[in-house]
């Protein structure tokens, strides 16, 4: 159960912290599928751990290579495309093609890669356009972000038949993310730079750097190599594009990005506003302690042994909350799967006061009010403390997720598996809010 916390934390904040060679896991995981239907199951069993060979025997191999096979026919080929990190374990999907359908399945590795877990992923939901997308309206533009050895993909999308035009950069979340920042079926960035540009609004919106290039972030690094440098590069370019308004560049941070986004503005001061969409008020460290009472609030597990899992978890969130360098602790200490370096920079990093002191630049805050990951607490602290500056507008949306799309509840990550689009309303009143300056 421990593990379920750690999870938690680590799939909504982390970064790339699971120091493995992905390659020789690749090869392992295509491997162990050679052996599998081969049926040389003896072979395949081996590369389990001995915790999961006790429950997973070559009998229930057998069994499962029986079913596939009359279920999706022969095997045609296996590949692993995709890997991600789980906590203190790494996910390997591999893309299964048979004679009769595809499967996809996920294996999970320990740190000793050994395979401590096999599962069939069920059939992928797609992305569904929003109905406001009308991309007759506008155009998109494939480029990059560019620095020494590297380069990030960019999408410029623009509004057709308008002369000049603001432009919003799309700052993304915790975490190593695409351009759209996908979750599940879902595509919040692509959905609001579709509905920016069909309101005469430009948007700019670039693959996260912990996405492409995870081996940079295996010692000590802080926000700023994870998102502020990328940021700024990214306004940058903004201002580059034939049409642009350069007097009317603005930030949409969301959640950590939106965190972050007063210090964009220190960092790039001619901005004319950030956008903080279910943006953190209060330290990572306290809104990661509400995110795991929540889950067990959700799960009614009220037993003595969740509850003392539930402390060992908050007890390990507490070593987050350092300032410095602890005696014989080093930069890259790992801290909950993030370098001390990070959690140093974070917790001397004072979202509300940096904000506050911003004058000259539009502020819009924008909450949800079924946002588990990020509450309705935050967005009170930030009304708290700036809802009497002119310059700045706070709108709750009581109806929406962490995601900006309509919920009927806060449910749990399960949700995220569902497709549903940015709200529409919220998408106007951003629009009507960038047109007013």
Not at 38 to 51: C, G, Q, R, V, W
């Amino acid at each position: 159960m421990k593990k379920f916390f750690l999870i938690l934390l680590l799939s909504i904040f982390s970064l790339s912290s699971f120091a493995q060679n992905v390659l020789n896991l690749f090869n392992k995981a295509n491997t162990f599928f050679d052996l599998f239907f081969e049926n040389k199951l003896d072979d395949a069993h081996n590369y389990f751990s001995d915790e999961a060979k006790s429950k997973i025997s070559t009998e229930n191999l057998k069994q499962l290579a029986n079913m596939l096979e009359s279920r999706l026919g022969k095997v045609k080929s296996i590949d692993a495309i995709q890997s991600k990190n789980q906590g203190d374990f790494f996910a390997v999907i591999l893309n299964g093609v048979f004679e009769n359908d595809t499967q996809d399945f996920v294996m999970l590795f320990d740190k000793n890669e050994k395979i401590v877990g096999l599962q069939l992923l069920p059939k992928a939901v797609t992305y569904q356009k929003p109905s406001y997308a009308d991309t007759n309206v506008y155009a998109e533009k494939s480029t990059y972000i560019e620095f020494p050895n590297h380069q990030l993909a960019t999408i410029i999308t623009t509004p057709k038949n308008v002369k000049s035009f603001p432009v919003v950069v799309l700052v993304h979340g915790s975490g190593p993310n695409d351009m759209d920042e996908t979750v599940g079926p879902n595509k919040p960035f692509k959905d609001i730079a579709a509905g920016l540009a069909a309101k005469g609004i430009a948007t700019v919106r670039y693959v996260k750097r912990t996405l492409i290039y995870p081996n940079d972030f295996k010692g000590a690094f802080t926000v700023k190599e994870e998102t502020l440098d990328d940021a700024v590069l990214a306004i940058a370019l903004a201002k580059k594009i034939p049409g642009a308004d350069v007097k009317n560049i603005y930030v949409l941070g969301h959640s950590l990005g939106g965190m972050l986004a007063p210090r964009i503005a220190t960092l790039v001061p001619d901005l004319k506003g950030i956008v903080l969409a279910s943006a953190p008020a209060r330290k990572l460290t306290d809104i990661i302690v509400d995110q795991n009472k929540y889950m067990v609030e959700l799960s009614k597990d009220t037993s003595q042994a969740m509850k003392d899992e539930l402390q060992k978890a908050l007890t390990e969130l507490e070593k987050t909350k350092i300032t410095k360098l602890l005696p014989n602790m080093k930069p890259d200490s790992a801290i909950g799967g993030l370098p001390a370096s990070y959690w140093i920079d974070l917790n001397n990093y004072d979202q509300l006061a940096t904000a506050k002191k911003l004058n000259k630049q539009r502020i819009y805050i924008l909450q949800g009010g079924n946002d588990f990951q990020i509450t309705e607490t935050d967005f009170n602290i930030w009304n708290h403390e700036l809802g009497k500056k002119k310059n700045v507008t706070l709108k709750l949306y009581p109806e929406l997720n962490h995601l900006l799309s309509v919920q009927t509840e806060k449910g749990n990550i399960m949700q995220y598996q569902k497709p549903a689009n940015v709200s529409e309303q919220l998408i106007d009143d951003l629009a009507n809010w960038i047109k007013a300056n």
